[in-house]
């Protein structure tokens, strides 16, 4: 079993930036692909960046591109989502998820790829 734990969400202005955590316990954290994902309301799921086991690959779609930026320390068994320039469609609850996978070199997108979900953070841009 796995244990994920977002931080880090709030509200912010257009423009501004945040920082979400998500705290993994697992010994073998340091293999798994790490995504995040977003629900805003009313919206189907939407994946959003992943991350291979080393960082050596990251993926994000198309709308947070330049903005966004998915990282990873695995001695703290951490993974991380910068994101820059926030717009107000950015608004919605941010999950992080794990592949428990053993160190694959490829990024995954479909949720259905992921074994282990947060709890998700909640994440509002005002205009």
């Known amino acids: 079993q796995v244990h994920l734990v977002e931080s880090g969400g709030g509200l912010v202005q257009a423009g501004g930036s945040l920082r979400l955590s998500c705290a993994a316990s697992a010994r073998t954290f340091n293999s798994y692909t790490m995504g995040w994902f977003r629900r805003a309301p009313g919206k189907e799921r939407e994946f959003v960046a992943a991350?291979?086991?080393?960082?050596?690959?990251?993926n994000y779609v198309d709308s947070v591109k330049g903005r966004f930026t998915i990282s990873r320390d695995n001695a703290k068994n951490t993974v991380y989502l910068r994101m820059n320039s926030l717009k107000p469609e950015d608004t919605a609850v941010y999950y992080c998820?794990?592949?428990?996978?053993?160190?694959?070199?490829?990024?995954?997108?479909?949720?259905?790829?992921?074994?282990?979900w947060g709890q998700g953070t909640q994440v509002t841009v005002s205009s």
């Open positions: 998820a794990a592949r428990v996978s053993a160190y694959e070199y490829t990024t995954r997108v479909s949720a259905h790829e992921y074994n282990y």
């Open positions: 991350i291979t086991w080393s960082g050596g690959s990251t």
